[in-house]
């Protein structure tokens, strides 16, 4: 086993799986060392379920939006993406629902009949502003990032610069308020799948408006905006880049956690690795989370204050479910390819904004929500090549908020309840979904922090209200030392521009 290498990368997750490919291309010797016995970080494709031993699912991450096309191109790796049509699931309790896909004469009918011609004005003008903002801003999630201003000054249109800014600074109610939408439950809709996800942060919380915007930067070929399922799970994303890795010449070790980064002379100059032993390198690259890195490393106190400032309780569970069937939805009864889509749980109507703000109190408070926010999905609908043979379905609620410490309890001590709870609030939507589930697997915010080896278990690693120059920057004070985390530009998901962009400053400080 050799001891020295060009650039160590620590950890592979997909930005840092990303890196490893690109630099290994540049002929550097890379190694990848990566503390569990799997790659993928949080991308990762696997069979949790006790009670459904053969059935995979996505434990994780569990969609693919945001990877650059161009990014996918110069990895060149092919992505098997399916195309999830239709794409979001809005139902009630009564027979009202809204099921958005490529079909739009059959959803402005939907809109017209069961909400208002205002809401669809309103969201057809979303749409055209946020796709024109999408247009001008692509370009820069593969370049080092300017400050949110500057951005907006280099590469919006001037009609969209100011709308720019202030999506990015301010609160994401602020932004939906002004298309004039009729109906609450659809500004609930966008606010919780594109706001609030993986964020600490509610309606009025300036820079959900920032998170908002990131959630719609899918260019995906073939999706018209809409995130995508990944054929075999995100396992399989990770699994194409790290075979692409190696493919180039870069070592990927599992199994091997680094405990520091070592220095001379002030400089990087390899790491130390919790068996006591040490790899020699020119740079390393760090793909665990900021908070991570600084118990790697002696930063300066700034930057230390810096990473502080990001600090964040995660806020997300991941409920994993084994079916055994399809649910029955009381307004829509009949499969009309709703389970693949996004579908979103949320109070009436009449108490829905009202009913979020309390949510996000509670869990301010560290109580569990009566009804916090929740996106349901089926992908074995879309993709059957995950199911078991025993015909099992894998599902998954995906919640927010959650506090991630109790007040006067435990997670331990409330994990089952609230489980039974979350299943319950299923059932009000599709009756008998609780009897249909075989096996659960919870992620709580604790879980998620130990499952995949992030901080606060905060799956964004870095509140995405923090956007652009204001995110970690991809070189650190110490020379030879680089983030790809998901802290950095552009922002949390499984996105891979950071570690292309942590990788083209790495070689441009190498030359």
Not at 59 to 68: F, R
Not at 130 to 158: C, F, G, M, N, Q
Not at 423 to 452: N, Y
Request: charged share 25%; net charge neutral; proline share 6%.
């Amino acid at each position: 086993m050799r001891n020295q290498a060009d650039v160590v990368v620590v950890g592979a997750g997909h930005n840092g799986l990303v890196a490893a490919l690109l630099l290994a291309r540049k002929k550097l010797d890379v190694l990848v060392l990566e503390a569990n016995e799997v790659v993928g970080g949080a991308a990762r494709t696997e069979r949790p379920f006790r009670r459904a031993p053969g059935l995979a699912t996505s434990t994780g991450a569990y969609l693919l939006g945001l990877m650059p096309p161009e990014l996918i191109a110069e990895l060149g790796i092919e992505i098997p993406l399916l195309r999830r049509d239709p794409h979001y699931f809005l139902p009630t309790t009564g027979k009202r629902y809204l099921l958005f896909g490529s079909d739009e004469a059959a959803m402005k009918e939907q809109f017209l009949a069961f909400f208002s011609a205002q809401d669809w004005r309103a969201n057809q003008a979303l749409q055209a502003e946020i796709s024109a903002i999408r247009e001008d801003v692509h370009r820069t999630w593969l370049e080092e990032p300017l400050s949110i201003e500057e951005t907006a000054a280099k590469y919006l249109r001037p009609s969209l610069q100011k709308v720019f800014v202030d999506l990015c600074r301010k609160p994401v109610g602020d932004y939906l308020e002004k298309f004039e939408f009729k109906s609450d439950l659809l500004k609930a809709m966008y606010a919780v799948t594109d706001g609030f996800s993986g964020l600490n942060g509610d309606w009025d919380t300036p820079g959900t408006g920032m998170n908002f915007l990131v959630h719609n930067m899918c260019r995906l070929p073939g999706s018209d905006g809409t995130w995508m399922i990944v054929k075999g799970g995100m396992g399989t994303v990770t699994r194409l880049l790290a075979e692409g890795a190696q493919q180039a010449g870069a070592r990927v070790e599992t199994g091997r956690a680094v405990q520091r980064v070592l220095t001379d002379g002030g400089s990087a100059s390899g790491v130390l690795l919790d068996d006591g032993s040490e790899i020699r390198a020119r740079a390393v690259v760090v793909n665990a989370d900021p908070f991570r890195m600084c118990q790697m490393a002696e930063f300066p106190a700034g930057y230390r204050e810096r990473i502080d400032r990001y600090r964040r309780d995660g806020t997300s569970l991941k409920l994993n479910l084994a079916l055994k069937d399809l649910p029955r939805f009381t307004c829509l009864p009949e499969d009309r390819g709703q389970f693949g889509a996004t579908m979103h749980l949320l109070p009436d109507e009449a108490d829905v904004l009202p009913a979020m703000g309390r949510a996000f109190a509670e869990v301010k408070a560290g109580l569990l929500p009566e009804f916090p926010t929740i996106e349901w999905y089926v992908h074995t609908t879309v993709d059957p090549s995950l199911r078991d043979r025993e015909g099992h379905h894998n599902s998954a609620l995906f919640v927010q908020w959650v506090p991630y410490q109790l007040k006067s309890s435990s997670w331990e001590a409330e994990e089952e309840r609230y489980v039974r709870h979350l299943l319950s609030i299923c059932d009000r939507f599709a009756p008998g979904t609780s009897a249909l589930v075989a096996d659960t697997f919870a992620l709580t915010p604790p879980k998620i922090e130990k499952h995949f080896g992030i901080s606060r278990g905060h799956i964004h690693h870095v509140d995405n209200s923090f956007g652009f120059a204001d995110r970690l920057p991809y070189a650190t004070p110490i020379p030879g030392l680089y983030s790809c985390s998901a802290g950095c530009h552009p922002a949390g998901s499984v996105i891979g521009a950071a570690g292309h962009n942590a990788a083209a400053r790495l070689l441009r400080d190498l030359r």
